[in-house]
């Protein structure tokens, strides 16, 4: 049952581009690359942290913007320029004490499909490619940038038992 798979959550992995953004690469006059981030998914993220679930960063491009919303959630692992994301597992289980089955996964594009294949929960977003889509146990309802990342986070939140105490507290 996905509710099972979802409690076991430890350890969120994150791909940036058509996850945390829409995919979309805006570049200023002085060639500085912009990012647009969900102010919804950051707030998913940070329950997510102070709930004790570690989150990860691990994404193909490297982004100055990318560090500088990591540091703004609290995300201490934040692995750039990856092209083959499968190959890091070994070393973030070691520094995060997840272990597969404790671990989900979060992408949109081919390069996230090494890593789906070796992660307990491997999730889609909504508007990912087909290959994504058929390897992911979950699909969001939200699209990349949207949404999708507080949908999950949310989801294992509610999952673990936890959605109502934090409603409690800012109600």
Known sequence: MLENKLKKIKLLLLDVD???TDGSIIYNDGGEE???FNVRD???I???IEAGIKVCIITGRKSDALNHR???LGIDHIFQG???KGSLLDLIFKQTGATSDETAFIGDDLLDLSIMNLVGTPIAVSDAHDSVIKKASIVTTAKGGKGAVREISEAI???KGL???ILKRYS
């Open 163 to 165: 959605w109502e105490k």
């Open 157 to 159: 939140l509610r999952a």
């Open 46 to 48: 940070r329950l997510l």
């Open 42 to 44: 950051g707030l998913g």
């Open 70 to 72: 990591c540091k703004n």
């Open 34 to 36: 912009i990012k647009i």
């Open 18 to 20: 058509g996850v945390l």
């Open 82 to 84: 990856v092209k083959d």
